[in-house]
């Protein structure tokens, strides 16, 4: 009598599960201090999310004896973002389970979960460095460098601290993001500690971090160009989930075969315009 293995049948949980322990191991920016993340909205009705922004009070007051003060309203600006939904899916034959060399379900779950991290990560850096000046918003700092200047080195990095003016702080800071073709460049600056010298001096070292400088945490993301450093401080990003990871499978009886797609819905903004920071190398 024929049987139905557990080789045979696919559990869109168990597969949901693969796919969202992928996605948390690849993240960068996602998976940083960098990024506020809610989950608040998930079950909501809606495409549209507000994301409120606190303006500041202003400087302190000089008071005078007996004369009271005058209260000030607190305000928020809103900033909406659209739902986005993205997904992928394949089609797995039951051959292909029968015959290949490894599990092809492991290796989708796999493939969903990195590249799940990869598109959220690089909405995230998008956003960070938009220009939103045309939806009523602003611009995140940013200074680009001299001709000649087309390394990164530690005069770049000052570029970068001189952008925060006196709200520069090296613990508020999520850390900098440079793309891989900066490594070496990094690598050869004497500011540089590298994470195993990090590691070594009992400080803590995030997933994907390479070092430091002058106490801010460098990582490497190819989600962010070529040329380009991202200064985030923490929570300086938003990212809402709507739906996380979601698995669904439908068995094709006659091609002997079964589908397995895999969405998310969520929306990111950059929550706070002068707590990112962005230096264009120069190109020659």
Same mark, same amino acid.
């Given at each position: ?61 000089? &008071?005078?004896?007996?004369? @009271?003060? #005058?209260?000030? /309203?607190?305000?928020? *600006? ?5 739902? +986005? ?90 850390? &900098?993001?440079?793309?891989? @073709?900066? #490594?070496?460049? /990094?690598?050869?600056? *004497? ?5 195993? +010298? ?87």
């Amino acid at each position: 009598m024929a049987q139905t293995t557990a080789a045979m049948v696919i559990d869109p949980e168990v597969y949901a599960d693969m796919a969202q322990a992928r996605f948390l191991g690849a993240v960068r920016v996602a998976g940083s201090p960098a990024v506020l993340e809610d989950a608040s909205l998930e079950g909501v009705p809606g495409s549209t999310i507000t994301f409120p922004k606190w303006n500041t009070i202003g400087e302190m007051d000089n &008071l005078t004896e007996t004369v @009271a003060m #005058v209260p000030v /309203a607190m305000g928020t *600006d809103e900033a909406t973002a659209t739902i +986005k939904e993205v997904g992928k899916s394949v089609e797995i034959t039951d051959k292909s389970r029968l015959v290949s060399l490894g599990d092809p379900v492991d290796e989708a779950a796999r493939q969903f979960g990195v590249m799940a991290a990869r598109k959220v990560d690089a909405d995230l850096i998008t956003q960070a460095q938009a220009d939103e000046t045309a939806q009523g918003g602003s611009t995140p700092l940013a200074v680009t460098a001299s001709a000649g200047q087309t390394t990164f080195t530690y005069a770049r990095f000052l570029d970068g601290v001189k952008l925060f003016g006196d709200e520069w702080e090296p613990s508020d800071f999520a850390g &900098l993001f440079i793309n891989s @073709a900066q #490594v070496v460049e /990094a690598f050869n600056e *004497d500011k540089f500690i590298s994470a195993d +010298k990090l590691g070594s001096a009992g400080l803590p070292v995030a997933r994907g971090q390479i070092g430091a400088i002058m106490g801010v945490p460098l990582y490497v993301t190819d989600r962010v160009a070529a040329k380009k450093l991202l200064f985030l401080k923490n929570n300086s990003l938003g990212l809402l989930y709507k739906r996380r990871p979601l698995v669904e499978t439908d068995r094709d009886i006659l091609a002997r075969a079964t589908v397995v797609a895999s969405t998310i819905h969520y929306a990111v903004k950059r929550l706070d315009d002068r707590a990112v920071g962005v230096v264009t190398l120069a190109a020659s």
